[in-house]
């Protein structure tokens, strides 16, 4: 159907008026709506102690495998599983009886031999007299020496074996040698237990327990240029202070000092221990967690609102606004964080102005509308 030269004319103008009219909405829609607001603020300065971290896993400060000095039936198991154990508390009883008739027969075997060198001895001092009446030859009077020297030889023997005997008694009660918590019994009452072979339980105390680290041959150079090795006092048990942080902590709460380091390098790598206190036995040996070493003095560092650092597919980044209001990508090197605060180690410049506040709507290159606020030491 084929319409008249008017009416086409008629719509084209009416299309060009509408469409003059979106475009002025839009361009005065953009010129309203203008640059994306954000906030933006100077890094905060404030010295930091710096603290090198390190992988590490807790030992027991004190361990002992219990095992019995004798063989003997087990009679009695005096503790149990789990319990905080004092040094010299009982922990087994072997059956005593066989051991206390041994000690018995070694008595009556040292009164034996007593009785035995009193006789030598009346026979050696009436030998004395007769061999000064010219009675007896100086052979026999020799010979009566002779045989007190070996009743009194005898007694030494017999009274070593009376010792050993109540050694051995005394051994049937096996005593924990440490202060600390006694693992599960691995034997039962009944049971035959050789002497320092089967292994009856273990006892490992928790009121300090050690945390071994390695840390790099690069490490060890900076730690001595900043004074930090010459601390360690071993004999002492003191040196610099570190803290200790479980792996589902957020922050460390356990503290300590470092009180060793090995006399040699392995695989590049020095071996050190750090002693930390466990008052409420919280930290078991085995446990896996984070050292923190203080390195030398503070220092300044810049920081920021975490909330101002970005991640990308390459690296931490903030952005930074120039006078101009301009938006600029800066890559970014993290330290530790201060409450709510990252540390940044590399990256910006004091005084430059970083948007702490709807990174979200800046872009590389881009204007800003910047609202700046002051950071607030925490």
Not at 8 to 34: E, I, M, P, T
Request: hydrophobic share 45%.
């Amino acid at each position: 159907m084929r319409f008249p030269p008017i009416v086409c004319l008629v719509v084209l103008a009416v299309s060009v008026f509408f469409l003059s009219g979106c475009g002025r909405k839009s361009s005065q829609d953009d010129k309203v709506q203008g640059p994306p607001v954000v906030e933006v603020a100077v890094p905060l300065e404030k010295e930091i102690e710096v603290w090198d971290s390190h992988a590490t896993r807790i030992e027991g400060q004190k361990a002992v495998n219990i095992r019995a000095r004798v063989s003997g039936y087990l009679e009695k198991v005096c503790f149990k599983d789990g319990d905080f154990v004092k040094e010299g508390d009982v922990l087994f009883e072997i059956d005593a009886r066989p051991f206390a008739a041994v000690v018995e027969a070694c008595k009556a075997a040292v009164i034996e031999v007593e009785a035995k060198i009193a006789l030598a001895q009346s026979n050696f001092d009436r030998a004395k007299e007769l061999f000064a009446a010219n009675a007896i030859s100086k052979e026999i009077l020799e010979t009566r020496r002779s045989e007190l020297l070996a009743s009194q030889a005898m007694l030494l023997s017999a009274q070593a074996t009376l010792k050993q005997a109540q050694l051995d008694l005394e051994f049937t009660k096996i005593i924990t040698p440490i202060s600390g918590y006694v693992a599960r019994r691995l034997i039962d009452e009944g049971n035959l237990v050789n002497a320092s072979e089967t292994l009856l339980t273990r006892v490992v105390s928790r009121e300090v327990v050690y945390a071994y680290f390695e840390v790099s041959e690069r490490d060890i150079l900076r730690y001595a240029a900043a004074g930090l090795m010459d601390r360690i006092d071993v004999s002492a048990g003191k040196g610099p202070p570190v803290r200790f942080q479980l792996m589902d902590e957020p922050q460390a709460t356990h503290f300590g000092e470092l009180t060793y380091a090995d006399n040699a390098l392995e695989a590049s790598s020095l071996q050190l221990r750090a002693d930390i206190n466990n008052p409420q036995g919280r930290l078991y040996p085995g446990m896996f967690g984070t050292v923190f070493l203080r390195v030398g003095a503070p220092v300044k560092r810049l920081l920021v609102p975490e909330l101002a650092v970005g991640t990308d597919l390459v690296k931490r980044y903030v952005y930074v606004v120039d006078k101009d209001d301009v938006v600029h990508y800066r890559p970014v090197i993290l330290g530790e964080v201060v409450g709510t605060l990252q540390v940044i180690l590399e990256g910006i410049q004091p005084g430059e102005r970083v948007i702490v506040n709807g990174i979200q709507r800046a872009m590389q290159g881009k204007k800003v509308q910047a609202i700046e606020v002051e950071l607030k030491d925490e």
